[in-house]
């Protein structure tokens, strides 16, 4: 079974950068579509971003679109979700998650994901 791994988080001042990373064991990433979302207690999981099993698609929550990006490294079965002018809204506990699904349309939406990390917390404030 896949199992998944999260690094990365931390703390940052808002304006700042983080990369967190997903990193695959026991298995390969080839063939699965990688999503990042996050939770906050007593809200439901947000999809933030996901990509398809090749990299040729990628989607991104209105929240997020044009400050983070998602990539992928199949050779290194690694993901990565790049983070730029974070806000203290970005303040979350980060989850990446597989999809068992080779397709290039996206609906980024956790249910769909079944195995998961088990979150780095990203926490944004002076």
């Known amino acids: 079974q896949l199992q998944l791994v999260e690094s990365g988080g931390g703390l940052v001042q808002p304006g700042g950068r983080l990369r967190l990373s997903c990193s695959a064991s026991?298995?390969?990433?080839?063939?699965?579509?990688i999503g990042w979302f996050r939770q906050d207690p007593g809200k439901e999981r947000e999809g933030v971003s996901c990509i398809s099993s090749r990299g040729d698609s990628t989607r991104y929550s209105d929240s997020v679109n044009g400050r983070f990006t998602i990539s992928r490294d199949n050779v290194k079965n690694m993901v990565y979700l790049e983070m730029n002018n974070l806000t203290p809204e970005d303040t979350s506990v980060y989850y990446c998650?597989?999809?068992?699904?080779?397709?290039?349309?996206?609906?980024?939406?956790?249910?769909?994901?079944?195995?998961w990390g088990r979150g780095t917390q990203v926490t944004v404030s002076s």
């Open positions: 998650a597989a999809e068992d699904y080779t397709g290039t349309y996206l609906d980024c939406q956790a249910y769909e994901y079944n195995i």
């Open positions: 026991k298995g390969s990433l080839d063939y699965y579509a």
